[in-house]
């Protein structure tokens, strides 16, 4: 069992898991393979990303990041953006909600 003072910390666990609305959004996407390696790397590392902000849900605070997941030009799969909300705890144990995965718009040409 996890340490409950080691929040977050490299070398912890943390349960990580992605909302039902991402899940169907990857799948629409083609992304679901990367969006599980992310989901299982964000089990060791939760503060995986760009910090967007923190914010408290009653007594506990929620850190939210953002992910860039690379496009793979040769299996179609178009890079994404994923955001993940992190609540260290309490409640015990410190978990991982992926909850949103958005396609990066494309360049346009001559910007």
């Keep these: 069992m996890n340490d409950p ?10 349960i990580a898991a992605v909302t039902d609305r991402a899940a169907q ?6 992304v679901t393979e990367a969006l599980e390696a992310l989901r299982a790397e964000l089990e060791r590392e939760p503060r995986l990303g760009r910090h967007i902000r ?28 994923v955001v993940h909300a992190f609540a260290p705890a309490p409640p015990w144990p410190p978990t991982v909600r992926i909850a949103s ?9 001559g910007a």
């Excluded at 959004?25 to 083609?30: D, F, I, P, S, T």
Aim: proline share 11%; charged share 25%.
């Design 5 to 14: 003072h080691n929040q977050g910390d490299p070398g912890s666990t943390e």
């Design 101 to 109: 995965v958005v396609p990066e718009d494309p360049l346009h040409p």
């Design 54 to 81: 923190t914010v408290a849900e009653g007594t506990q605070q929620v850190e939210f990041y953002s992910t860039r997941i690379e496009g793979d030009p040769a299996t179609d799969r178009p890079a994404v953006n």
């Design 25 to 30: 959004r990857a799948k629409e996407l083609g």
